[in-house]
C-alpha cells in the first residue's frame, strides 16, 4: 500500500478554501497533502501523542482519553488512543464521545471516497462516525454502520472503512476522526475501545487487512461434555497474506501449549491431544498473526463433566460483613489421595477467615490476604471426597460492586489430584461469581452546608429499622468536632498566638478538628473544607466523632446536623451490632437559594375548579413553610386581609443537589410544592407563601368555572430554551403580546425545552423568570423535552414543579392528566426508555378508554410526525407507542414541539393523512418560542407550515362546537388560524399553499432476515394504526403570512419482506418442503428418552421451564459449565441459526457465502439454513451473526420453513409497520408466539434464551400436531 506518512503543511485558509466560508482556525491550521499517487493518506496515528487531540464527551456517566503503549492494544507503532468510557444508565441521548483536533476544522485535500481505521473492541454494539463540514458549513458523516443501526459486533482489533458521501460543494473539512454514539439504554454500559491509523482513502488499494479467523470445533465455545474430550480442535484461516505460524501463542488454563499443539494446512485445524485435558473447567486463549501483521485473538472457556475433578459452590450473593463459605468437592471420585489447588479473590471484597475440612483429612494452607490468594493443600481425601473443604471468607463491610460490575470473582489455579505419588489429573474448578448484598439500607438527604441531614435505615425486607447506629467511617471516624464556648475565640494561622489570625470564630459555631488537642490548640477544618487554623483548647468543648451519630427511632430516621460542617467528601454506614450498611459516600455542598420563596409559580390541577397547584424554593435550612390564601372578595378594605378568613397549609419540601453552570459547582435547594383543595369554582383568590417573617407579595389567582357552555382558553407554546439574557426577554416579548392579545386565557401549556440545558439551573431560573409575567396568577402545563431532561433536569421538572400525581407509577409528574370543563387533557413525557414509554402507552390506553369528556387534548415534545427538514426517516418512540392509540381513541388535538417549525397535519388515521373525509387527529407542531429556529420541509402529510425564524404561540379556545386555534407571532401577525370540530363538514376547507408533490418511493430490497427497518414518516410508510373517525381541521381564513414551502424529498419505502410462493389451504400453518418432517419427528422423539435435566437458574415455577427442558433433551440447546441455562440472556443470530438447525435436522453445508461467516463458530449451521433458504442475509453480502436477534427476525426465519395462513388483522398495537407484521399476525393467530402484554409484542426487542426456544417448540408442537 502506497500510504503518505502524516504530512503537515501550513497553509493559509483564504488560499485553501477562498472567501466567504469561516473555518474558524488560526493562520498555523493544519492541512494534510496527498500527491496525485497518492491512494490513502494516514491522518492520525497518535504517534505524536494526545496533546493536539480534543475529547469531548457528551452525555456520559465518565470518559477519559488516553495514549496506549500495551503492544497488543497498539495496531501499528508505538501508539494508539485509548477511550474508557462509563455511560451507564444515561436516560439522555445520545451518549456519545467527539474526538478530533483542538485546532477545529481540519481542510482536506481533494475529496476522498472513503475513511478507515482500525479499531480494537468488545462487541458493545455502538455507533462510530467521521464527521465533516462542506464548504457551507452544513455537516454530513461517514457512517461505520449500517441501515439496521449494527455498530460495533466483533471483539478484537478490526479495520474497517466508511463511504464518505460524494457531492458536498468543497472544499471540505474535517470536524471530528471519529464519534462514538449509544441511544439504546439496553447497550450503554461501562468500558473501553481503542483507535488507530484513521486513514483517508482517495482510490482502492489491495492490502491485506483482514484478521485472521479462529473458530473452535470441538469443543466449541462454553460447551459443556458429558464425556471425556477426544482431541482438541480450532480451526485457523486466513483469506489474504496467510497465517504467520510463527506468532501463534496458545495457552491452556495458563499454561502454555504452543509447542505441544500441531497445526495442518491441509486442514486448517490446530489439534492437541484430548487425553492432555482433564475433566473439569477450562480456559483456552489463542493468538496469532497473519503475514501482514493483522492480529487476531480469542478466548473460549468449556468444561468437561467426566473424570475425576475439582468442583466448587457457593451463595449467588455474599453479605457485607458476614460469613461467605466456599465449599470445595471432588466430583467422580476414583483414586485421588491428595489435592492442591490456589484460590484467587478480590482482597478489597474477601478475606480468608479460616479453613476447615472434613474429617480425617490433613490440610496445610497459605493465606494471602494482601494480594488475595489462599494456597491449600489436603491428604488422606479418600474418606471424605465429596465434602473436603471449606474456604470461609468474610466480607468486608467496605465491599460494594463497582458501577458496571455485574459481579466478583473467585477463580481457581495450579490444581492437582494425585495418587500413590503420582499426579492424575490437573482439574480446575469453575469461578465462582457472586454479588454484594447487605442486610440494611442507609439512604441519606441533606447535604448542603449546615444542613440537617435525615438518614433512614431500612431492613432487607424494606421496613424501617428503629435503634441503628449511624457512624462516620474514613477521614471524621478519626476526627472530633469542637463548639466555641466563648462570644469570640480567634483561629490562628498556627499553633501559636503569634501567628496570623485568619478568622475569628463566634459563640456556638462548631468545626471538624484533631481528636485531641496539642500545644493547647486544636486544628480546625474551616468551612470552605480547605483552610485549617489553629483555636485554643480553652475557647471549646470537644466531641470525638468515632462513636455513634446517634440511633434510628421508630420511623428508621435520625436527624443530625453534625455531617454538614464543611464542604468535602464524606462518608457515613449504619451499624447494628456486627451488621451493617454499604457504606454511602455523600459531599457537602454550597446553600443555594434565599431564606424568602422564590420563584412562585402555579401549575395545572386534576380540577382547576377547586384546586390551587403551586411551587417555589428557598435555601435548603427552610425546612417548614405554608401558603395562607383568602377570597378576594373577603380580603376588606384595609392593606392587609381579615385575619379571621385566612387560611393557612403547610407545604410539602424535598431536597435537590444540582449545578448552577452544567457540570460547575454543586449546591442543594429546597423544593416546597402545595395543593390546595376545596375552593370555589369561578372565584378570585389572593395568596401568598413563606413562613414567619419570610412570607412573598400576595399574589392573585382564579378558578376556572364549571359550565360547558363557556369556552376554555389556553395558550400553547413550545421550546423556549430560555438561557441568557436574551432569550429571557424574547420569551418575555412573546408572551406579553400573547396575553395581551388574548386576556381571556386561563393557563398556558409548554410542549417542553424550557431550557437549553437542563442540567444548568441557572437557565431554569432565567425561565420561571420569564414566566414570573403570569405564572403567579395562571397555571401551566409543561412536559419535558430533550434538552430539559440533561443532567439534573429532570428532577428539577418534577420537584421544582406540581404537577397530578395521576400518572404510570414509573413516570409519576412526567405524564398525567386534567381536565377542564369537557376537555380532557393529558400530558405525556416523549424523553422516556423505551419501557417507560411501553408503560405510558398502557397507562394512556386505560385513561383513554375512560374518558367521558366531548373533547380531548394530548401534549408530549418529540414529535410523532416531524415538521423538520432532514427527519422525514426518524421514527420517534412518539409514532411507535402514542400515535397508534391517540388515533384509535379518537383524540382531537396532539401538540407537540421539538422540530422548531410551525406545522400542523392533515386529520391523521392508521399513521396516515386522511386527505380525503378529513377525519382524524391533527398534530399541531408549535414552533419555537425563543431564539432557536431550524429548517422545514412540507412532507406530505403536513397540511400547512410556516417556516420563518421567529416566535410564535398558538391561542387555543375550546367551545361547545369546536376547537379553534390561531398561530400569532410575537409581533401579533396571524400566521395560522383553523379549526377541529365534531361534525361532519361539508364545505370545502381554504386551500393552503401548494407544496411540491411527493415523488412516488422506490422501494428498496429486504434483507433476509430483515433486521427492523426505520420507516419514513410519509402516507406511503407511516405505521397504520386502529381506525379514527375523529372530526377535520377545517381552515377558516388564508394565512396572512406569505408561506413558500420547500421542495419534498424522497421517501424511502418500508422494505417488505418475501412471503411464500405456495398459498396454504389449511388453517394453520403448516411445514413447506424444506423440512424433512421425519427428521424432526425423531428429534422431537429424543425427549422421551432423555434423563431429566434441570437447570440452577430455570425453577420449575417459571413460564420457560418445560419448554428449556424439552429443548435441553432434543439437543437444541445445551446449559453452562455451573449448571446454569442463562434464560435471560440475549441470543445472536448465530445462536439462533444453530438451534434452528439443530431442531429441524438441517445438514450440514460446505460453507455459506456470507463474508462475515468464515471461520465463525456457527458457520455450518448458517450454511444449512442459506442452502434452504432460510436467511439470505444483507445485501453487502454479509450475515452479522454476533448481531441479537429480534423477536420479529426470529418469527421470519420460523415462517419460511412453513406455509403460513396470512393474517391481515393487526393483532398488536406495535406490528402494523414492522416488516413481519403478516408472519407475526399468522403466527400470533396459531397460537406460536404470544405478546408482552399491553396489546404489544415488542417486534423489535432482542429475544432470550427462553423465548427462542419457547418460539422453536410451539411451532414442533403446533405443527407436528397436524
Aim: charged share 20%; no cysteine.
Amino acid at each position: 500500500m502506497n500510504t503518505l506518512r502524516k504530512t503537515i503543511v501550513i497553509a493559509s485558509a483564504i488560499t485553501l478554501l477562498g472567501g466567504g466560508f469561516n473555518t474558524g482556525f488560526s493562520q498555523n491550521n493544519y492541512v494534510y497533502a496527498a500527491d496525485d499517487t497518492t491512494p490513502s493518506i494516514l491522518v492520525e496515528d497518535f504517534e505524536d501523542g494526545i496533546n493536539d487531540v480534543k475529547f469531548n464527551p457528551k452525555r456520559m456517566y465518565n470518559a477519559t482519553l488516553h495514549l496506549e503503549d500495551n503492544k497488543k492494544l497498539v495496531r501499528n507503532g508505538q501508539y494508539s488512543a485509548r477511550i474508557d468510557y462509563d455511560m451507564i444508565g444515561i436516560v439522555d441521548n445520545p451518549s456519545q464521545i467527539e474526538v478530533g483536533y483542538k485546532t477545529g476544522n481540519i481542510p482536506v485535500t481533494g475529496y476522498p471516497t472513503k475513511v478507515g481505521m482500525w479499531v480494537y473492541a468488545n462487541n458493545e454494539g455502538h455507533l462510530l462516525t467521521t464527521k465533516f463540514r462542506d464548504i457551507g458549513g452544513s455537516s454530513f458523516q461517514a457512517e461505520f454502520y449500517d441501515v439496521n443501526q449494527v455498530g460495533i459486533n466483533w471483539s478484537g482489533w478490526k479495520y474497517i472503512e466508511a463511504d464518505i458521501p460524494q457531492g458536498k460543494p468543497g472544499p471540505i473539512v474535517l470536524e471530528l476522526f471519529f464519534q462514538l454514539k449509544q441511544s439504546n439504554m439496553s447497550k450503554k454500559n461501562k468500558g473501553s475501545i481503542w483507535v488507530d491509523d484513521i486513514t483517508f482513502i482517495y482510490d482502492e488499494v489491495d492490502e491485506d487487512k483482514d484478521v485472521p479467523a479462529i473458530k473452535p470445533k470441538a469443543p466449541v465455545e462454553n460447551e459443556v461434555l458429558n464425556t471425556p474430550l477426544d482431541e482438541l480442535k480450532v480451526e485457523l484461516t486466513d483469506n489474504g497474506s496467510g497465517l504467520d505460524l510463527g506468532t501463534l501463542s496458545v495457552q491452556l488454563d495458563g499454561t502454555y501449549i504452543t509447542d505441544e499443539v500441531h497445526y495442518s494446512p491441509d486442514t486448517n485445524l490446530l489439534t492437541y491431544p484430548g487425553e492432555y485435558v482433564d475433566g473439569g473447567y477450562h480456559e483456552l486463549v489463542i493468538e496469532v498473526k497473519d503475514k501482514n501483521g493483522n492480529p487476531a485473538a480469542k478466548k473460549l472457556t468449556f468444561t468437561i463433566n467426566a473424570g475425576e475433578r475439582l468442583f466448587m459452590t457457593a451463595d449467588e450473593e455474599a453479605i457485607s460483613n458476614e460469613i461467605y463459605p466456599v465449599h470445595i468437592n471432588i466430583k467422580d471420585y476414583l483414586k485421588a489421595e491428595q489435592a492442591k489447588f490456589t484460590l484467587n479473590y478480590d482482597a478489597s471484597t474477601l478475606q480468608v477467615e479460616s479453613i476447615t475440612q472434613a474429617a480425617g483429612v490433613s490440610l496445610t494452607s497459605d493465606i494471602d490476604n494482601e494480594h488475595g490468594m489462599v494456597q491449600v493443600a489436603l491428604d488422606n481425601v479418600i474418606a471424605a471426597a465429596q465434602n473436603v473443604v471449606t474456604v470461609n471468607f468474610r466480607v468486608s463491610s467496605h465491599a460494594v460492586l463497582e458501577r458496571g460490575e455485574a459481579y466478583k470473582t473467585i477463580t481457581m489455579s495450579n490444581a492437582s489430584l494425585t495418587a500413590g505419588g503420582v499426579q492424575t489429573s490437573t482439574p480446575l474448578a469453575a469461578p465462582i461469581h457472586y454479588t454484594i448484598g447487605f442486610p440494611y439500607q442507609l439512604k441519606m438527604t441533606g447535604v448542603g452546608l449546615g444542613t440537617p441531614s435525615t438518614f433512614t435505615v431500612l431492613d432487607h425486607g424494606g421496613n424501617p429499622y428503629e435503634g441503628a447506629d449511624i457512624v462516620f467511617t474514613g477521614l471524621l471516624k478519626q476526627s472530633s468536632v469542637v463548639t466555641v464556648n466563648t462570644v469570640t475565640s480567634s483561629v490562628y494561622e498556627d499553633d501559636d498566638t503569634s501567628s496570623n489570625v485568619i478568622m475569628v470564630a463566634n459563640d456556638g459555631e462548631r468545626y471538624y478538628a484533631s481528636t485531641a488537642a496539642k500545644n493547647g490548640f486544636y486544628e480546625v477544618i474551616l468551612a470552605d473544607g480547605q483552610t485549617t487554623g489553629y483555636i485554643s483548647e480553652a475557647d471549646v468543648s470537644s466531641q470525638l466523632l468515632s462513636g455513634s451519630l446517634g440511633k434510628t427511632d421508630a420511623k428508621g430516621q435520625l436527624i443530625t446536623d453534625l455531617t454538614t460542617l464543611a464542604l468535602g467528601t464524606y462518608q457515613v454506614q449504619a451499624v447494628i451490632g456486627d451488621q451493617n450498611s454499604k457504606v454511602v459516600n455523600y459531599e457537602v455542598v454550597e446553600q443555594y437559594g434565599m431564606n424568602e420563596p422564590q420563584y412562585i409559580q402555579t401549575y395545572v390541577a386534576e380540577d382547576m375548579s377547586s384546586q390551587l397547584s403551586a411551587a417555589w424554593q428557598t435555601k435548603p435550612d427552610q425546612t417548614s413553610t405554608y401558603i395562607q390564601y383568602i377570597e378576594a372578595g373577603e380580603w376588606g378594605t384595609g392593606a392587609s386581609p381579615d385575619i379571621n378568613n385566612v387560611k393557612q397549609q403547610q407545604a410539602e419540601s424535598e431536597l435537590q443537589v444540582l449545578s448552577m453552570k452544567e457540570n460547575g459547582t454543586k449546591g442543594e435547594i429546597r423544593f416546597h410544592n402545595v395543593l390546595v383543595k376545596g375552593l370555589k369554582a369561578d372565584t378570585t383568590y389572593k395568596y401568598r407563601v413563606g413562613d414567619e417573617d419570610k412570607w412573598s407579595e400576595w399574589n392573585e389567582y382564579s378558578t376556572v368555572d364549571q359550565d360547558k357552555s363557556t369556552p376554555t382558553s389556553f395558550l400553547f407554546i413550545t421550546d423556549s430554551h430560555t438561557n441568557q439574557l436574551p432569550g429571557l426577554q424574547i420569551y418575555q416579548e412573546l408572551m406579553t403580546n400573547a396575553l395581551t392579545q388574548y386576556p381571556s386565557t386561563q393557563f398556558i401549556m409548554h410542549g417542553g425545552d424550557m431550557v437549553d440545558v437542563g442540567g444548568a439551573f441557572e437557565e431554569w431560573q432565567k425561565f420561571w423568570l420569564a414566566s414570573s409575567i403570569y405564572a403567579t396568577k395562571l397555571p401551566t402545563a409543561l412536559t419535558l423535552g430533550n434538552h430539559d431532561v440533561k443532567s439534573e433536569g429532570k428532577d428539577v421538572f418534577t420537584k421544582g414543579a406540581n404537577f397530578p400525581e395521576n400518572g404510570p407509577e414509573s413516570q409519576l409528574q412526567y405524564a398525567y392528566s386534567y381536565e377542564v370543563d369537557d376537555t380532557h387533557f393529558v400530558v405525556l413525557n416523549s424523553e422516556g426508555t423505551e419501557e417507560q414509554m411501553v408503560d405510558q402507552a398502557a397507562w394512556l390506553k386505560d385513561d383513554l378508554d375512560q374518558n367521558d369528556k366531548k373533547w380531548t387534548v394530548v401534549m408530549f415534545h418529540r414529535p410523532a410526525y416531524h415538521t423538520e427538514n432532514g427527519r422525514e426517516s426518524l421514527v420517534e418512540y412518539t409514532q411507535t407507542y402514542f400515535a397508534p392509540i391517540l388515533e384509535k381513541k379518537k383524540v382531537d388535538l396532539v401538540l407537540v414541539g421539538h422540530d422548531h417549525v410551525y406545522a400542523r397535519t392533515y386529520p391523521m388515521m392508521d399513521g396516515k393523512p386522511n386527505k380525503a373525509t378529513n377525519e382524524g387527529t391533527v398534530y399541531l407542531d408549535g414552533g419555537a418560542s425563543g431564539w432557536k429556529f431550524y429548517d422545514g420541509t412540507q412532507y406530505n402529510y403536513l397540511n400547512y407550515i410556516f417556516d420563518e425564524d421567529v416566535p410564535v404561540y398558538s391561542a387555543i379556545k375550546i367551545t361547545e362546537d369546536a376547537i379553534h386555534v390561531e398561530a400569532r407571532t410575537s409581533a401579533g401577525t396571524l400566521i395560522d388560524e383553523f379549526s377541529v370540530k365534531k361534525t361532519t363538514e361539508t364545505e370545502t376547507p381554504t386551500p393552503t399553499p401548494t407544496p411540491t408533490p411527493t415523488p412516488t418511493p422506490t422501494p428498496t430490497p429486504t434483507p433476509t432476515p430483515t433486521p427492523t427497518p426505520t420507516p419514513t414518516p410519509t402516507p406511503t410508510s407511516t405505521p397504520p394504526t386502529p381506525n379514527s373517525t375523529s372530526t377535520p381541521p377545517t381552515p377558516t381564513q388564508k394565512p396572512t403570512a406569505t408561506l413558500t414551502p420547500t421542495s419534498t424529498p424522497k421517501p424511502t419505502a418500508m422494505p417488505t419482506p418475501p412471503t411464500s410462493t405456495s398459498k396454504p389451504t389449511a388453517s394453520k400453518p403448516v411445514f413447506n418442503d424444506k423440512v424433512n418432517v421425519d427428521a424432526v419427528k425423531a428429534i422431537v422423539e429424543k425427549e422421551k428418552s432423555a434423563p431429566t435435566i434441570n437447570f440452577t437458574d430455570v425453577p420449575a415455577s417459571s413460564w420457560s421451564a418445560s419448554v428449556v427442558e424439552r429443548a435441553a433433551k432434543m439437543g437444541i440447546v445445551t446449559g453452562y459449565s455451573d449448571g446454569s441455562y442463562h434464560p435471560n440472556q440475549k441470543v445472536t443470530r448465530a445462536e439462533f441459526a444453530t438451534m434452528l438447525a439443530k431442531a429441524f435436522g438441517l445438514a450440514n453445508s460446505s460453507g455459506s457465502s456470507f463474508s462475515d461467516t468464515q471461520g465463525h463458530w456457527a458457520s455450518e449451521s448458517i450454511a444449512a439454513l442459506q442452502a434452504k433458504g432460510v436467511i439470505t442475509g444483507y445485501s453487502d453480502g454479509s450475515f452479522h451473526p454476533n448481531q441479537k436477534i429480534s423477536r420479529a427476525e426470529i418469527v421470519a426465519m420460523l415462517a419460511r420453513l412453513t406455509n403460513y395462513v396470512p393474517n391481515a388483522s393487526n393483532l398488536f398495537l406495535d406490528v402494523a409497520t414492522n416488516w413481519a407484521s403478516e408472519q407475526i399476525n399468522a403466527f400470533a393467530t396459531a397460537g406460536i408466539v404470544t405478546g408482552k402484554g399491553n396489546e404489544l409484542f415488542k417486534p423489535n426487542d432482542a429475544a432470550s434464551r427462553a423465548e427462542s426456544v419457547a418460539m422453536i417448540i410451539r411451532l414442533l408442537d403446533k405443527l407436528l400436531a397436524h
